[in-house]
């Protein structure tokens, strides 16, 4: 990477000291952010609310693996027993591992790796689910969290590893490999128009039967109130895609 000196001006919001600003939010952080902020073919800007930014999600990471540390070292996922969300968290998560995976690889844009594992972060914070797995499923999307930090965040992945009671070294740990079953989701949102017009959406699993997918359409509030005193003259079922409802 390049720096610039001469295109660093308070003129440009980016007069900033790369040295004052590791001391203030430490080595990681400031790393985190040169990969995020910008493509290795673009010119970086330094800022100092983008290293406040990336110093909150290491926060968040810390926090979150820390309160769960429990469930990371768990039994295996038993995947005839996941719930509809621990499917979902699951699917988020390989898709991750494939997106981060391919972003070193073949172009070095570390900055849609780090988004991927942001995304990531926040739908491991949304996560709920009743089922058997959940301790499990949430306990490996955390420790892959970790590894696949680490090649950005070294030394804070390092010091994580050590406090959730992992042994050796995360960076000699096997980087995850994802499972092309759970890539896609089996899930999709079909739009449904009356009369031509957007009304609403519904989501349903892929092969769902037309007549689940009309009762469905029906029941959504905004279609009825559109359709509230008309005769319904026809359902037209586009699978996967649409609904369109024409009344009179």
Known sequence: MLVKVEKMSKSKNNGVDPEEMILKYGADTTRLFIMFAAPPEKELEWNENGLAGAYRFLTRVWRLVLENQTHISLEKID??????????????LNQTIKKVTESIENDYHFNTSIAAIMELLNEIQAYKSDSTQYTRVLGEALKQIVIMLSPFVPHFCEELWESIGETGYVSDQEWPVYDEKYITTDDVVMAIQVNGKMRGSIEVERGTSKEEIETLALSVPNVMKHMEGKALIKVIVVPNKIVNIVVK
Do not use: R
């Open 79 to 92: 995947y005839t027993a996941i719930s509809k969300s621990d499917k979902a968290l699951i699917i988020k």
